[in-house]
């Protein structure tokens, strides 16, 4: 920021809005969607993270997605509840159809602008472009007071152009204008250019809020995302984890501790609870199996580890010495033994809580019940496998339509591994059906093949142990792809025998593939098919 821009800053004006993505940009890439319970249940955890947007999905896209951003809108208050549109009517009329019973709705119009997507997606002129962005806002605005517009691929788009459409859809009412780099092509100070010029040369900028919306393709989401703010944006798109098609989207954990941490140098505020970003990066995995790399900044596994002895010298004089963050501010927990066999449910739960946590009465009991079985097996119970347990009870009530009930597995050197299991089909039979394979879990992935149809492919199959010590529970984490679908489905369960674990997964994935076949008649399109 030059001196004179941090001049201009005043104080109302230090307020960046986080616009959550994760349930839309997020959901649409491969290995993370979500079914309608599990969107629900993030969208709360957004809620209480304090997140100013939540980009709840694209209604037209599907009955599912439809149904999933009405009860977003319907329950979650506090945050705006956004829907995406293409610039149509019929999008947007079906866009407000789901938001209309929010607190706060915003409709997200979009449009691509970029001479590239101009001539070979869209074959439509420049003054074709501003006339239908300016009518699809126009008629947004008809409906709802909240209305952000994004020219798609700005960051390609000439400067000239970008200028005359922001202006134009200012003036036909939007709200919000948001700049995205839709392919991840910017650079740092190409995309504050890009901000700092809009602010210049578009007469009416400041009756909108200026956004933007990175892409990591070239592993700059955040950095872009940094440089605009500095430059004069005040709103922020990003995930969760920097979850996001393809690369993914600016980290939003990434961006809150960059603002936090720096304070001294941005001088900006979010509303952001810092200390609720690892529970719900690790809600996220937790339902979507996608694993955060061990070195991922704010919360990866190593993020707060000091391993060298010069800097675990230094630690023990002065944490300063090589902390920026203390793990707390980002509620890593503490991994100190919490329980044991004899803890009551009291304990239990306010652990729970001071784990960022909030169970009702009936999750506590059944929770209660699992971490007595834990802990008669493990005779140490640590937080994170607390979180496990916790975990498994949040996404409880997703649809399970198979459930496994048994499973019988016979291995050994010079034998042929057999795996017999005992499932639940979705119309109450109890089936049991075995096979044999090259190991015991490739066994036990054919037999749950024979009882529910589903022929998959193992793209990925990792086992980690959640804490250290030789009975420790072990997660596993693995992805199906299918024939009939590019997407591809993940699956994860956790136990202290992780023959058990790999079972509870592949059927979790299974039931994903079900799920989605159960949707798939409806999905009309997504954002960037012919949008
Ligand atoms: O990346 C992009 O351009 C988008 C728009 C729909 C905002 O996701
Ligand atoms: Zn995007």
Same mark, same amino acid.
């Given at each position: #920021? ?254 809150? #501790? ?66 920026? #963050? ?86 050994? #050197? ?118």
């Amino acid at each position: #920021m030059t001196t004179q821009e941090s001049q201009k800053t005043s104080q109302s004006d230090r307020h960046v809005k986080i616009f959550d993505t994760t349930l839309r940009d997020g959901e649409q890439s491969p290995g993370c969607s979500m079914n309608h319970v599990e969107k629900l249940e993030f969208a709360r955890a957004l809620s209480l993270l304090g997140v100013d947007i939540i980009e709840a999905g694209f209604p037209i896209a599907s009955n599912g997605d439809f149904e999933s951003v009405r009860a977003i809108a319907t329950e979650i208050t506090g945050s705006s509840i956004c829907g995406l549109a293409r610039s149509n009517e019929r999008d947007i009329a079906r866009a407000w159809e789901a938001l209309q019973f929010a607190q706060k709705p915003r409709i997200h119009v979009f449009l691509a602008t970029s001479a590239i997507h101009r001539e070979h997606k869209l074959r439509m002129s420049r003054d074709q472009i501003i006339a239908k962005a300016v009518e699809s806002v126009t008629f947004a605005r008809s409906l709802c007071a909240d209305i952000e517009f994004s020219p798609e691929d700005a960051a390609r788009t000439e400067i000239d152009f970008l200028c005359d459409v922001v202006g134009a859809v200012i003036e036909a009412g939007a709200t919000t204008v948001n700049i995205p780099d839709t392919v991840g092509y910017a650079t740092p100070a190409h995309y504050a250019g890009i901000i700092r010029t809009l602010k210049q040369r578009v007469a009416n900028i400041n009756q909108a809020t200026i956004s933007v919306h990175c892409h990591d393709d070239l592993g700059m989401a955040v950095a872009n995302s940094l440089a605009a703010v500095e430059a004069g944006a005040r709103q922020i798109e990003c995930t969760i984890n920097g979850v996001g098609e393809r690369a993914g989207n600016a980290a939003l954990e990434e961006i809150v #501790m960059a603002l936090k941490t720096r304070h001294d140098y941005f001088n900006l505020e979010t509303n952001i609870r810092s200390e609720r970003l690892y529970p719900i990066s690790r809600l996220l995995t937790s339902i979507t199996g996608m694993l955060v790399q061990r070195n991922k900044a704010i919360v990866g596994k190593n993020a707060f580890a000091h391993e060298s002895g010069i800097h675990q010298d230094g630690m023990l004089k002065e944490r300063s010495t090589y902390e920026i #963050m203390r793990p707390e501010d980002v509620g890593v927990p503490k991994t100190d033994l919490v329980l044991g066999k004899h803890s009551g449910r009291a304990a239990i739960k306010d652990r729970a809580i001071e784990l960022g946590y909030h169970l009702s009465q009936e999750q506590i009991e059944t929770l209660f019940v699992d971490f007595k079985t834990l802990a008669d097996k493990k005779k140490e119970v640590f937080d994170d496998d607390l979180i496990v347990l916790v975990e498994k009870h949040i996404h409880a009530d997703a649809p399970a339509l198979w459930k496994l009930e048994g499973l019988h597995v016979v291995t050994g #050197m010079n034998l042929l591994p057999t795996a017999t299991v005992s499932i639940r089909r979705p119309d109450g039979h109890l089936v049991q059906d075995a096979a044999i394979g090259d190991g015991p879990v490739d066994a036990i992935f054919k037999a749950v093949e024979r009882v529910t149809g589903v022929r998959a492919n193992l793209k990925e199959f990792v086992v980690r142990s959640v804490t250290s010590g030789k009975d420790a529970q072990g997660e596993v984490n693995l992805e199906l792809s299918v024939e009939s679908d590019d997407r591809s489905f993940a699956g994860r369960a956790a136990s202290t025998d992780i023959i058990e674990a790999s079972a509870l997964a592949y059927l979790n994935a299974v039931n994903a593939i079900a799920t989605r076949r159960d949707r798939q008649r409806e999905v009309i399109g997504r954002p960037g098919a012919g949008a």
